[in-house]
Every structure is written in structure tokens, then in C-alpha cells.
């Protein structure tokens, strides 16, 4: 079950900054074994042998000793937990990279209904994020979209979206590499170059991608009745899938062209009072809802809409799929739970 959070079965690791960068706490037991031997024990035994034994100046030094590492450590590891669940509410996970491995998104692209919301979450990476990225979520990062594009090579599905994500990703490492000196890239330079020759390949197979024509003796879309036909195309959500799909028949075109399909549309994606400001009127003077749709997507982000998302436990303080769910302890579960979305996601893990 991948989530990302602190619980019983995740306790999570401390973290302390040093000169050298973050690294894990270690407790005690072995700087006490070391800080043992540093003591002086024929010292100790002489300044006190009229009142104590050997045996009893090694357990009070070790006894004093354990108190005051402890106490030091202590008010410094809660502190640092405090400001970890300030800064980014995670109780010690703190890098894109670790949260790539613990949601297991290498495994959630085989889920149709987180796909899109993986590729939704790279695609933003892609934008924005890019030189943010550690040597480690640089490799999560790609090892994830290596396993996207042979997923479609294979299956044949999604390829729309996957070369809209190489595309922005491409030109991102374009600008970067051109510009190097101006702006900051975690790593060679040389790795970068390896990435983008190797994001070009991908985007050349996608194009030379051969949808092969299916055969099928049974029923199709087309011998539905088209009353089916009409339920079926107000089920789309996305634009670009209604037009296709109005491609592969003269009956599913004229149903595609539907005015209540685009008015359907866009009253799924956009507020009444964004109508007003962007109003598109025909020859006719009626609205012309398609086209009213693609301009109001110039102006204002469309709704998101997964299958399957991430959610966030304000009681457990967890990140996890929602289909998976987790063993919260709340008397009521369902009020603690808040979907995050890609953006959110990623705005998680600013600082």
C-alpha cells in the first residue's frame, strides 16, 4: 500500500543538518560506546576511591553521560520536527525524489485511473520545477517517464498527451542547456545533454507510431443505437477526445457538433460568469458553445478531473492513493480527507 506520511508502520527518520548537508540522526548507542572509552577511569577512581568503587564510577559516568546526550539531542530533534511539519507538513520527508519511491508512481501508471494524473503531475515538473530537482528525484523523474513512454509504444493508448509532455519537457531542456551558466542544473552537463538526446528519440518514435486497425466480428460503437452513441459522447470530458472520436464516423460527427454537448462542456469546466466575458455568438445570433469553449480555455485553467488521486489525512497526517485508503484512527474518517492535486502535490514539497 504506497503512501507517504508517519504511522505505525512508517516511523520516518530524523534528520540533522550538518556542514556537509542532511543526514539521518543516528541515536545514541554508538557515539555512547565511543564517548565511553574517552573517559579517564583510574582518574575518576582516584578523586573518589575513599567513597565509590571502580564499578560505581562507570555506571554514574555512563549514567550522566547517556542524560546529557539524550537531553541535547532530544530538544534538537524536536525542534527540527517542528519545523519539518511547518514548512511542509510530511513529519520528515522533505524531496520529490522520496515521495516518488513511497507513492510507488512507477507502479500507478499501470492504473488507468492514475495515469493521467501522474503524467498531469511530470508534465507541471516539467514547467516549473526542473531545476529544482536533486541528483535522486532527477532519476525517480525519469526512470517514471522511461516507463510512461514504453507503456504507450506498447499499448497504443494515451500517445496524445505523453508527446504534449515530451514536447514542453524538450524545449524546457533546450532553453536550460543553452542558457547554462544563467540558470542552475543539479548535475553534468554532459547528463542533461544524454536526456534530451534520449527525450528527441522518444519523440520520434511516438511520431512514427502505427496504430494498428482493429478486427473485431462482434459489436462496435457504431452499431449502437444512437441514443447510446449521444450518452456516451456527454461522458467526455476532454475536448480533443470529442473531435477525434466525431472523426471515425459520419454519425459521430454530427453528434460531436452537438450545441448542448459544448454548452455541457463548458458549464463542466467553467463558471457562468467567465459566459459573459468571453461571449462568442454565430452568423445566427445564437451561442456558438464550441468555440466559446477553446476561448475561454485561453483564459482560465479547465477542470481536473482523475480517476483515482492523491488525498491528504489531516488526522494522520498521510499522502495516499484514494482507492488504496489507509487505517486512519479518526471516529470519522471521510471529514479528515482533502484530494490533492498535481499543483497542490507539488507545492507540498516548496520551501
Known amino acids: 500500500m504506497p503512501f507517504l506520511g508517519q504511522d505505525w508502520r512508517s516511523p520516518g527518520w530524523s534528520w540533522v543538518k550538518t556542514e556537509d548537508g542532511w543526514k539521518p540522526f543516528e541515536f545514541f548507542g554508538h557515539d555512547l560506546r565511543d564517548n565511553n572509552k574517552e573517559l579517564d577511569l583510574d582518574e575518576l577512581v582516584n578523586e573518589n576511591k575513599e567513597n565509590l568503587h571502580v564499578a560505581d564510577v562507570c555506571e554514574v559516568s555512563a549514567k550522566k553521560r547517556r542524560k546529557d546526550y539524550v537531553n541535547n539531542n532530544t530538544k534538537s530533534q524536536c525542534k527540527y ?125 511516438l511520431n512514427n507510431l502505427q496504430i494498428p486497425k482493429q478486427i473485431c466480428n462482434g459489436m ?40 448542448q454537448l459544448w454548452k455541457k462542456l463548458c458549464q463542466f469546466h467553467f463558471a457562468e460568469k467567465q459566459f459573459c466575458r468571453h461571449l462568442v455568438l454565430s452568423e445566427k445570433g445564437h451561442v456558438d458553445w464550441k468555440l466559446m469553449f477553446f476561448t475561454l480555455q485561453k483564459h482560465y485553467p479547465k ?4 480517476g483515482d488521486t492523491l488525498h491528504f489525512c489531516k488526522h494522520c497526517s498521510i499522502l495516499f492513493w484514494k482507492d488504496s485508503g489507509h487505517p486512519c484512527t479518526a471516529n470519522d474518517p471521510d471529514s479528515c480527507l482533502t484530494p490533492v492535486s498535481p499543483q497542490r502535490f507539488i507545492d507540498l514539497f516548496k520551501f
Open 303 to 306: 477542470k481536473e478531473q482523475y
Open 220 to 259: 462496435t460503437l457504431s452499431d449502437l443505437p444512437l441514443h447510446m452513441q449521444n450518452n456516451i459522447l456527454y461522458k467526455f470530458s476532454d475536448a480533443c477526445d470529442i473531435i477525434n472520436l466525431g472523426q471515425a464516423t459520419p454519425t459521430l460527427h454530427m453528434l460531436s457538433e452537438d450545441r
Open 81 to 205: 520536527k517542528a519545523r519539518c511539519e511547518t514548512r511542509s507538513g510530511k513529519h520528515g520527508y522533505c524531496t520529490l525524489g522520496e515521495a516518488f519511491n513511497r507513492l510507488d508512481f512507477s507502479s500507478a501508471i499501470q492504473d488507468v485511473r492514475r495515469f493521467n494524473y501522474v503524467v498531469k503531475l511530470l508534465h507541471l515538473i516539467a514547467k516549473s520545477q526542473l531545476t529544482s530537482l536533486s541528483g535522486a528525484a532527477q532519476k525517480n523523474y525519469f526512470n517514471v517517464l522511461e516507463k510512461i513512454v514504453r507503456k504507450v509504444l506498447e499499448d497504443h493508448q494515451n500517445p496524445r498527451v505523453i508527446k504534449a509532455l515530451l514536447q514542453d519537457l524538450s524545449s524546457m531542456l533546450c532553453i536550460l542547456i543553452r542558457e547554462v551558466g544563467k540558470s542552475v542544473l543539479v548535475g553534468n552537463i554532459n547528463i542533461w545533454v544524454s536526456r534530451l538526446e534520449t527525450i528527441l528519440s522518444w519523440q520520434q518514435q
